[in-house]
């Protein structure tokens, strides 16, 4: 059940109630939509995140030039991969239908597509071909890929509800081509204008992106670059980009890549995962969000949805991009975490309502 606290001169915000969350936390919204943190940064640092410096240890080594190999069911975000190889074109049943009981079951046309992006490195993604000629794109998150069990819920969703819908890869990441980096925050909106432009080179309008987690913060990013896109909808994305790295790489991470020049990442084992060097970290470090979503277009409307119980990006950082975004409308669902775990059909149905509207 969605409760508004809108007012008639601010952005939409609505809090979500699940029957599935025994005992919710209760939160409160003041009038003025400037609430109050919904989960404190003591209660997420009490929490065991799932940004760690060891990863689990079945996570295997970055690949050189074919992306980064993941987990055979777990991302590193804990994100659930629901891999389903795709050759060519083929007609199939929707992946997810017992995630998301939408419209009655039918058949999905769903193709495999490569797009060179601007690098000369192939990105490789899925088009699902649902009857609608405009389509709407969904952005992995952080060492995740465009099987995650968020990407695929929402991709069952949206079809079932008539939309297409292309999901890919970053660059570096899954099967597309090129070496996994941290950060890289730029270059991933470059991969999706790479995306969009292709589509539209096929006479395929984009109605909407999406990302989750990190994926949210690009598509911020690309909002406040381009104006190709009308909606756009960030799902669990993290406002201040100097949190959590500590979390990741260790308190001392400064001290420590100022004198070697890089931190390495490894599992439990002291295999390497990744190699964070001063120049992703800068990357990260230099993107300024509140300057991002003050630069988006009014005409462009925002959607943020965030669980009041992320353990991984605290859910007052939506508060943030309700803040700076002028039109903007924020849902945050009550005892969903950072993966939805147990919230999935909230969000499509959030992320499907706000894809239909004019």
């Known amino acids: 059940m969605a409760v508004s606290t809108s007012t008639s001169t601010l952005p939409l915000l609505f809090l979500h109630r699940s029957t599935t969350s025994p005992n919710p936390t209760a939160l409160s919204f003041p009038s003025s939509l400037r609430a109050c943190p919904l989960r404190s940064r003591a209660a997420a640092a009490a929490s065991p995140p799932a940004e760690t410096l060891d990863l689990p240890s079945d996570t295997p080594p970055v690949g050189e030039g074919t992306g980064i190999p993941m987990p055979s069911s777990i991302g ?20 997810c239908a017992q995630l998301h009981p939408f419209s009655d079951s039918f058949n999905v046309s769903q193709e495999k597509i490569v797009i060179m992006n601007s690098y000369g490195e192939k990105l490789v993604g899925v088009l699902h071909e649902a009857g609608s000629k405009d389509i709407v794109v969904l952005c992995h998150g952080f060492r995740s890929s465009k099987e995650s069990r968020t990407i695929m819920g929402l991709t069952d969703a949206l079809t079932s ?56 913060d690009v598509v911020i990013i690309y909002a406040s670059m381009h104006e190709d896109v009308s909606r756009i909808i960030n799902m669990s994305g993290r406002f ?36 964070v060097t001063k120049e992703s970290l800068m990357d990260r470090l230099k993107i300024d969000m509140q300057s991002a ?54 969000l499509a149905n959030i992320v499907v309502k706000f894809a239909r509207s004019g």
């Open 293 to 346: 979503c003050m630069s988006i277009d009014p005409n462009c409307r925002v959607l943020t949805v965030h669980g009041s119980d992320d353990d991984v990006v605290p859910s007052e950082d939506a508060m943030e991009f309700h803040k700076y975004i002028s039109n903007h409308e924020l849902h945050i669902i009550e005892g969903a975490d950072h993966r939805y775990s147990s919230h999935q059909l909230e």
């Open 76 to 95: 590193d975000d804990g994100e659930q991969l629901l891999f389903g190889a795709t050759a060519g074109k083929e007609t199939v049943p929707r992946a």
């Open 240 to 275: 201040d980009l100097k949190r959590g790295i500590a979390v990741r790489l260790g308190n001392d991470y400064m001290e420590r890549i100022n004198q070697h020049g890089f931190i390495d990442v490894g599992q439990k084992k002291g295999q390497s995962i990744y190699r």
């Open 161 to 216: 509800e008539k939309i297409s819908v292309f999901r890919f890869d970053f660059s570096g990441n899954g099967e597309s081509e090129g070496t996994f980096q941290y950060g890289n925050y730029y270059k991933e909106v470059e991969d999706l204008h790479d995306v969009i432009q292709h589509l539209k080179d096929q006479k395929r309008d984009t109605r909407a992106i999406a990302g989750h987690s990190k994926g949210g």
